[in-house]
């Protein structure tokens, strides 16, 4: 999918740096306001109620949690490789799964062009990784019901496609979002404030996986987010 982003006027195997993000982010805004002046900007989130930290910590004592799982991956696909250089991080990739065992993991792929549902066991079969990190976060039984019904609506969702027009607005920092298309850090920072966890502070079409990664780590959400495991894939045991 190599032209998909050159068609978007941005050729990956330009540096990176000041000076061609300056150049490249004037040609870009230009074409999509050319190309894209209709286009749908919506915010997934917006109707989600959140909670601060001490308000999400203090509601979970009382009642019945469940577990979510939040993976990263360092993988060594073109489009891994492409994301680790823009976004200047380990990893490149995130899916979201409710077991422990990661037998199903859901996100968004570029490989694919849309939703996917693979498995770990999979991922290490096909050497696609070099090292994965999971994050297990816990949530009510109402809004954990909400998110699994949420994630099967959009893996039915045949219209539901990769966004690689994002590829090349987050970095960019251009707020544009369309509400048939995703990129894996969109699809699970919006589950999560689906769940009312709120990490990242910002909409979730302006969020890398590099950025989830880094505003997990530093979440002030105690007793909620435990990281459980950084290593090579094959080594990951629930």
Same mark, same amino acid.
């Given at each position: 999918?190599?032209?998909?982003?050159?068609?978007?006027?941005?050729?990956?195997?330009?540096?990176?740096?000041?000076?061609?993000?300056?150049?490249?982010?004037?040609?870009?805004?230009?074409?999509?306001?050319?190309? !894209?002046?209709?286009?749908?900007?919506?915010?997934?989130?917006?109707s989600?109620?959140?909670?601060?930290?001490?308000?999400?910590?203090?509601?979970?004592r009382?009642?019945?949690?469940?577990?979510?799982?939040?993976?990263?991956?360092?993988?060594?696909?073109?489009?891994?490789?492409?994301?680790?250089?823009?976004?200047?991080?380990?990893?490149?990739?995130?899916?979201?799964?409710?077991?422990?065992?990661?037998?199903? =993991?859901?996100?968004?792929?570029g490989? =694919?062009?849309?939703?996917?549902?693979?498995?770990?066991?999979?991922?290490?079969?096909?050497?696609?990784?070099?090292?994965?990190?999971?994050?297990?976060?816990?949530?009510?039984q109402?809004?954990?019901?909400?998110?699994?019904?949420?994630?099967s609506?959009?893996?039915?969702?045949?219209?539901?496609?990769?966004?690689?027009?994002?590829?090349?607005?987050?970095?960019?920092?251009?707020n544009?979002?369309?509400?048939?298309? =995703?990129?894996?850090?969109?699809f699970?920072?919006?589950?999560?404030?689906?769940a009312?966890?709120?990490?990242t502070?910002?909409?979730?079409?302006m969020?890398?996986p590099?950025?989830?990664?880094?505003?997990?780590?530093?979440?002030?959400?105690?007793?909620?987010? !435990?990281?459980? !495991?950084?290593?090579?894939?094959?080594?990951?045991?629930?």
């Amino acid at each position: 999918r190599k032209q998909s982003i050159l068609d978007l006027g941005w050729n990956p195997e330009v540096d990176f740096n000041e000076h061609t993000l300056f150049f490249a982010s004037k040609r870009i805004k230009k074409a999509l306001n050319e190309q !894209y002046s209709g286009y749908n900007v919506v915010n997934i989130e917006e109707s989600v109620s959140l909670y601060s930290e001490a308000e999400y910590v203090g509601a979970l004592r009382e009642v019945v949690t469940r577990p979510i799982f939040i993976v990263f991956f360092n993988s060594k696909s073109f489009f891994n490789k492409l994301v680790r250089a823009v976004d200047k991080s380990v990893y490149s990739h995130v899916a979201i799964s409710f077991d422990p065992s990661l037998k199903t =993991m859901y996100s968004f792929s570029g490989t =694919m062009n849309g939703f996917t549902n693979e498995g770990l066991k999979k991922r290490i079969e096909e050497g696609e990784d070099k090292a994965i990190q999971v994050f297990c976060v816990f949530v009510d039984q109402g809004r954990y019901s909400i998110l699994h019904s949420k994630v099967s609506q959009i893996a039915h969702d045949k219209n539901m496609k990769y966004s690689f027009l994002n590829l090349i607005t987050i970095p960019f920092k251009i707020n544009y979002i369309d509400n048939t298309k =995703m990129v894996c850090s969109q699809f699970v920072d919006a589950m999560l404030k689906l769940a009312g966890l709120d990490f990242t502070k910002i909409g979730s079409n302006m969020i890398s996986p590099g950025k989830l990664n880094a505003k997990m780590k530093l979440s002030k959400f105690k007793g909620v987010i !435990y990281k459980i !495991y950084t290593g090579p894939p094959s080594r990951y045991s629930a």
